[in-house]
């Protein structure tokens, strides 16, 4: 009775980390293990969010960054600010998730769906891998050929075994290559920072431009979809939830309330910081592109700017060493980000799939089936194709985001995931509000576009109707889909309120199943330790 009444007075939390919580061991036990708490613990559930911030600083969003400013100016900033603050609820959710269940979201996705949508849902996954590392291969082949000169469907070939070999250095402790990496890509930051002091955007449009949201001007909304697309990817879900599983949370209540508070205020500090850097580019493009004693060289840049020439923005700052630079920062960019795209191929397939195979196969595996629609559209349209491959590839994360976030919002939302410690009514209102309104926007743009398209384009009337057969009704499958999702009532119970062991738990937990005694859990997974973060 004391434990469910203890139970009842934290499921009325107001707080964003919901968790379950573990009762305080027996007074016979307590002086076993000594509970710390203080801000000196903090560091060592530091890495996750920084890691999953690396997602929001790839090539795909210094691209879409780099033509909202030179199309827009400052008008398109909001888009950052709304699209960083819902993403820093949405990864906070999944971090409390995998925190509070001892499972990540791929998992419990298998464990809650039935086999048909099982496995609709982790093809979806794999789709949304593959169209986030589009981006951060085709960014990284772009530096390689700005330093080297090669063609740009051979650095897709080095991009992939390069990042094979950094994650089997990195299984080995070599942690001063991520320390390298880490300070590579804050290169770039610097670059942008110093090109802001020197172009001095005014400070008053740029506020305005953050808090006063507007889609005037051509294309308007499409750089803004394509910017929404860039920040808030489904595959960053699945991984944040499965990295704070490699921390080792103390066995207590307060030790579990302190790791959600640590992982909230990490995931808050890591996603200003992109924040910024992503400001930054934008205002730098904005204004350089948008100066009145513009080159007509550098209009023509503007005009089509791209990943691959972007490099001029910087001449103010660094002059004739301004390509090498930027190519340095994008190879550390495209390459930091493309480890992070690995690791959540190969947590969606052992999640989804439940794989049993070695940790190099996996990544094997899910690194071929990433690069291989980059390798094959380089080799065809060579870079003009890679070019426009990133921006279709931001379009199909949006498509993708409501298969990945709408598990997420009802699990997190749950008593048969969290009982009584699921999100409280505000966090459930304010992620659903705007949930809702990114993938009302997305199906509204995808819809719009496609018929504009069909209407205005050159192909015979044949070829449309052919389309337009095709593609309705699989528009309107998508839309079923994402209703199904949205109303389809949780049945699998995976919640357990930690009384005292039992070696059984976890296999009851992976059936879905209530019959089980209750138990005292650490939501630590020895299959996640060798994640190479701190410890």
Not at 70 to 91: C, D, K, P, R
Not at 344 to 363: P, S
Not at 476 to 503: C, E, G, Q
Not at 504 to 528: F, K
Request: hydrophobic share 50%.
């Amino acid at each position: 009775m004391e434990n469910h009444q203890q139970n009842q007075v934290n499921g009325g939390s107001k707080r964003i980390v919901a968790v379950a919580e573990s009762p305080l061991p027996s007074s016979n036990n307590d002086h076993h293990e000594p509970q710390k708490h203080g801000w000196k613990n903090f560091f060592a559930y530091v890495g996750p969010g920084f890691l999953v911030s690396l997602a929001y600083l790839d090539p795909g969003n210094l691209e879409t960054d780099l033509q909202a400013g030179a199309n827009h100016g400052y008008e398109l900033l909001w888009v950052i600010l709304i699209g960083l603050i819902f993403a820093l609820i949405i990864q906070s959710l999944a971090a409390n998730l995998g925190v509070s269940t001892g499972k990540h979201l791929s998992e419990l996705c298998r464990a809650e769906y039935p086999i048909f949508v099982k496995y609709c849902l982790w093809i979806l996954a794999e789709v949304a891998v593959i169209a986030a590392d589009i981006p951060e291969v085709i960014g990284t082949a772009f530096a390689l050929n700005i330093l080297f000169h090669i063609p740009v469907w051979v650095g897709v070939l080095c991009t992939g075994v390069s990042t094979l070999l950094f994650i089997g250095l990195q299984r080995y402790g070599v942690r001063k290559l991520e320390l390298l990496i880490a300070v590579l890509v804050f290169v770039m930051a610097a670059c942008f920072f110093g090109e802001m002091s020197y172009v001095k955007p005014p400070a008053k449009e740029v506020v305005k431009g953050m808090f006063i949201p507007k889609l005037n001007g051509n294309g308007a909304t499409a750089d803004a979809i394509a910017l929404l697309g860039a920040l808030v990817m489904p595959h960053n879900l699945f991984l944040h939830s499965a990295l704070v599983l490699s921390r080792k949370i103390p066995h207590s209540v307060r030790g579990i309330n302190d790791a959600c508070k640590y992982f909230l205020i990490e995931s808050g500090f890591a996603l200003f910081v992109a924040f910024l850097i992503n400001v930054a580019v934008i205002s730098v493009s904005g204004t350089v592109c948008g100066a009145d004693n513009l080159s007509q060289e550098n209009k023509d840049s503007c005009s089509d700017i791209t990943l691959n020439s972007a490099s001029f923005l910087l001449k103010n700052v660094l002059g004739k060493s301004s390509s090498t630079v930027y190519a340095i920062a994008l190879l550390a960019s495209g390459q930091s980000s493309t480890i992070t795209g690995t690791y959540a191929g190969q947590f969606i397939m052992q999640g989804f799939l439940d794989l049993k195979m070695k940790t190099w196969l996996r990544n094997l595996i899910t690194r071929l089936i990433a690069i291989t629609p980059s390798l094959v559209v380089s080799i065809i349209g060579g870079s003009s194709g890679a070019g426009r491959l990133i921006i279709i590839a931001s379009m199909i994360l949006s498509f993708e985001l409501p298969f990945a976030l709408i598990p997420l919002l009802k699990f997190s939302s749950s008593s048969t995931k969290l009982g009584p410690h699921k999100n409280s009514i505000y966090i459930i209102v304010i992620s659903w509000i705007l949930g809702l309104g990114i993938i009302g926007i997305n199906i509204y743009y995808l819809t719009t576009a496609f018929v504009d398209w069909l209407i205005h384009n050159n192909l015979p009337k044949v070829g449309n109707v052919f389309i337009g057969i095709v593609v309705f009704p699989l528009m309107a499958i998508y839309i079923l889909a994402v209703i199904y999702l949205m109303f389809r009532k949780d049945t699998v119970v995976t919640y357990i309120d930690p009384i005292k062991d039992n070696p059984n738990a976890q296999r009851y937990m992976e059936d879905g199943t209530n019959n089980v005694e209750l138990v005292d859990r650490v939501p630590y997974r020895e299959d996640l330790a060798d994640i190479p973060l701190p410890q």
